[in-house]
């Protein structure tokens, strides 16, 4: 069955990096649209990022754009959350997501991920 896994979160302090792993297991994530969306304690979940089957990245939130990066690795099945200039703001519990045999990404998601804690702080 579908499965997905995070890891990679962390304490780390602003302006600093950090890379999550999304691995995917009980489809070929290759074949399909992955994305990126966090929850922040207290807020709603906000989707950030998704690559699509092409390898074609789309943005759902400005304020991460120039910041975070999303790549994936066939081989290992295996999508990742590439975060840069880390800011207080991007605390969260940062799942990742896949809709049922959907290559494009749109916004939604039918299976996730229990979540990696990423906290900012100095």
């Known amino acids: 069955q579908v499965q997905l896994v995070e890891s990679g979160g962390g304490l780390v302090q602003p302006g600093g990096s950090l890379k999550l792993s999304c691995q995917a297991s009980g489809f070929t994530a290759a074949n399909y649209a992955i994305g990126w969306f966090r929850q922040g304690s207290g807020k709603e979940r906000q989707t950030i990022l998704c690559?699509?089957?092409?390898?074609?990245?789309?943005y759902y939130r400005g304020s991460v754009k120039g910041r975070f990066t999303i790549s994936r690795d066939t081989a290992k099945n295996t999508v990742y959350l590439h975060m840069n200039n880390l800011e207080p703001e991007d605390t969260a519990v940062y799942h990742c997501?896949?809709?049922?045999?959907?290559?494009?990404?749109?916004?939604?998601?039918?299976?996730w991920g229990q979540g990696t804690q990423v906290t900012v702080s100095s």
């Open positions: 690559i699509d089957s092409s390898g074609e990245s789309t």
């Open positions: 997501g896949t809709e049922e045999y959907a290559s494009s990404c749109s916004g939604g998601f039918d299976y």
